[in-house]
């Protein structure tokens, strides 16, 4: 079974940066995408952005140009950098893997495949 450990969150003011990380254990992550959502006070998880394991990535527009998606394939690390940070950025940020190259809407994956998620908070 997939395990997924996040860490990096913190409380930054809006502006200052944040770098996450998500470490993947309990299966063969090649040929497969990771990514990351967010969950917002109120609101599901969101999906924000992906990598795929040839290093393509995709981003919400929110975040394009302010954050960056890596991964190390052969650590089965993802990690998020995030620059330029806003009060609107707050949230509970998870990673997970995807179906193959797809990263499917959230609701898509059971309940208990969530790592514990990382906090960020944003304040003005």
């Known amino acids: 079974q997939v395990q997924l450990v996040e860490s990096g969150g913190g409380l930054v003011q809006a502006g200052r940066s944040l770098s996450l990380s998500c470490v993947a254990s309990g299966s063969d992550f090649s040929g497969r995408a990771m990514g990351w959502y967010r969950r917002a006070p109120g609101n599901e998880r969101r999906w924000v952005a992906s990598?795929?394991?040839?290093?393509?990535?995709t981003y919400i527009p929110s975040v394009k140009g302010r954050f960056t998606i890596s991964r190390d394939n052969a650590k089965n690390i993802v990690y998020l950098t995030m620059n330029s940070l806003k009060p609107d950025d707050t949230g509970i940020y998870y990673c997970?893997?995807?179906?193959?190259?797809?990263?499917?809407?959230?609701?898509?994956?059971?309940?208990?495949?969530w790592g514990q998620g990382t906090q960020v908070t944003v304040f003005s």
């Open positions: 997970n893997v995807g179906v193959g190259e797809v990263m499917p809407h959230s609701s898509w994956y059971d309940e208990d495949t």
């Open positions: 990598i795929r394991s040839g290093g393509e990535t």
